[in-house]
């Protein structure tokens, strides 16, 4: 199945958690910071890899306001490649509520807030 990395603000760790599992039991490959950091590793080395292996970069978004500068860049760059036709895909996720940035408003999203075994399914159908 796919490479998939989770970009998610840190206040929303356990719905991204839960997310992830979810979609590691369909089989996908799901890249998480807290699964995949260690003591002693180099971030940036580890974020920058978890990016460029990526087929998906599924952007989480809340209402927790709070500037999370880690997730905009991961999200930007997604989306610079994906635009750039780099071979990943951006996908948005309404993980506990709020909005998507501007700039991505055109593009459909998952909105988990609703029913979440219904949003994780078509997220997944959207991996194909």
């Known amino acids: ?7 998610y603000r840190s206040t929303d760790h356990a719905e991204a958690e839960r997310l992830a599992l979810d979609l590691r039991l369909y089989g996908h490959d799901v890249w998480l910071d807290t699964w995949e950091l260690q003591i002693g590793d180099s971030v940036v080395q580890k974020m920058n ?4 292996d ?3 970069l599924v ?3 809340s209402p927790n306001s709070s500037v999370s ?6 999200w930007m760059s ?19 509520g709020g909005d998507a ?21 078509a997220l997944v159908a959207a991996m194909k």
Do not use: N
């Not at 199945?1 to 970009?7: D, G, K, L, Q, T």
């Not at 890899?49 to 460029?52: A, R």
């Not at 501007?102 to 994780?120: F, M, N, P, R, S």
């Open 1 to 7: 199945m796919a490479a998939v990395f989770i970009s």
């Open 78 to 96: 997604a989306l610079h490649r994906q635009v750039s036709g780099k071979g990943v895909r951006l996908l948005p996720v309404r993980l506990t």
């Open 101 to 121: 940035p501007a700039i991505l408003a055109d593009i459909k999203h998952v909105d988990l807030t609703v029913d979440w075994d219904e949003g994780v399914r």
């Open 59 to 61: 952007l989480c978004y």
């Open 69 to 74: 500068p880690w997730q905009e860049r991961e």
């Open 49 to 52: 890899d978890g990016l460029t």
């Open 54 to 56: 990526a087929a998906y």
